[in-house]
T-cell receptor, first 113, second 114 residues
Framework: AAGVIQSPRHLIKEKRETATLKCYPI?????VYWYQQGPGQDPQFLIS???????DKGSIPDRFSAQQFSDYHSELNMSSLELGDSALYFC????????????FGPGTRLTVL | DAKTTQPPSMDCAEGRAANLPCNHS???????VYWYRQIHSQGPQYIIH???NNETNEMASLIITEDRKSSTLILPHATLRDTAVYYC???????????????FGKGTKLSVKP
């Protein structure tokens, strides 16, 4: 079965640079969620989208923005990167009607030097 | 969403049943119990959920006490690949509303040993 695809899988950036993470949801899933997991931490919700509109917002820094496109894929844009942004970034998808059972991608490991 | 309490860690011998407890004494009537797990550095994986009846699927069984204040996730024959952090999450079933995000607590780190 098709799973959530995230790219790139690994990314190394310098402080103050920008990064773009991409997420391709499972076919026919119209809702996308982004989570951040710092070293030794539990996943924390950042933001979600349904039908290209932001549906929920969590602890996402103002330096980050995201959007969902007409093909339902989503991109997380991160600017002015800080050392503390080093983390695993997971994307998850679900049908709108079943946000309780989310399917997660393999994650993007971002390292900020 | 109701708060959950789980032991930080547990060990289990390979081939034996792993029983992971979760306390959720403030659960409300419309809230379900969900279990997800995260194998090291992989994305979390949905396991099972239930309201008040016991549930079983190909991965695990979920036993919820009659007063719904606690539950137990059972992996009947644990393997080394079941070593992971297991998260118990209590939340309302979501049908088209907002608040769709999952709130992960501390979870239980299960170590399955040969």
């Amino acid at each position: 079965a098709a799973g959530v695809i995230q790219s790139p899988r690994h990314l190394i950036k310098e402080k103050r640079e920008t990064a773009t993470l991409k997420c391709y949801p499972i076919p026919r899933h119209d809702t996308v969620y982004w989570y951040q997991q710092g070293p030794g931490q539990d996943p924390q919700f950042l933001i979600s989208f349904y039908e290209k509109m932001q549906s929920d917002k969590g602890s996402i820094p103002d330096r980050f923005s995201a959007q969902q496109f007409s093909d339902y894929h989503s991109e997380l844009n991160m600017s002015s990167l800080e050392l503390g942004d080093s983390a695993l970034y997971f994307c998850a998808s679900s049908p709108r009607s079943r946000a309780d059972t989310q399917y997660f991608g393999p994650g993007t490991r971002l390292t900020v030097l | 969403d109701a708060k959950t309490t789980q032991p930080p860690s547990m060990d289990c011998a390979e081939g034996r049943a792993a029983n992971l407890p979760c306390n959720h004494s403030t659960i409300s009537g419309n809230e379900y119990v969900y279990w997800y797990r995260q194998i090291h550095s992989q994305g979390p994986q949905y396991i099972i959920h239930g309201l008040k009846n016991n549930e079983t699927n190909e991965m695990a069984s979920l036993i919820i006490t009659e007063d719904r204040k606690s539950s137990t996730l059972i992996l009947p024959h644990a393997t080394l690949r079941d070593t992971a952090v297991y998260y118990c999450i209590v939340r309302a079933l979501n049908y088209g509303g907002s608040q769709g995000n999952l709130i992960f607590g501390k979870g239980t780190k299960l170590s399955v040993k040969p």
